[in-house]
């Protein structure tokens, strides 16, 4: 017998480049150059290199503005 999960309502705990850019209306472009900086919120890359951004860490930089 299979179980499925059933959908969550919570916002998702990690965010794409994309995502994150969708939220604070800007281009991921921006993102990715801020990153180069070492300016905006904090991130880790995964797998394939592609940078991800913790909810709770997005959120503590945005109230840090």
């Known amino acids: 017998m299979r179980y ?7 916002p998702p705990k990690w965010l794409t480049r ?3 850019a969708k ?3 800007l281009k991921p ?7 180069s900086l070492g300016i ?3 991130f880790t890359k ?4 592609r940078a991800r951004y913790h ?3 997005v959120e503590r930089w945005e109230a840090s503005l």
């Open 18 to 20: 994309i995502e994150l």
């Open 40 to 42: 905006g919120p904090k």
């Open 46 to 49: 995964g797998i394939g290199g």
């Open 55 to 57: 909810i709770d860490d």
């Open 23 to 25: 939220r604070l209306g």
């Open 29 to 35: 472009k921006t993102l990715a150059n801020w990153a």
């Open 4 to 10: 499925r999960r059933s959908p969550s309502t919570a």
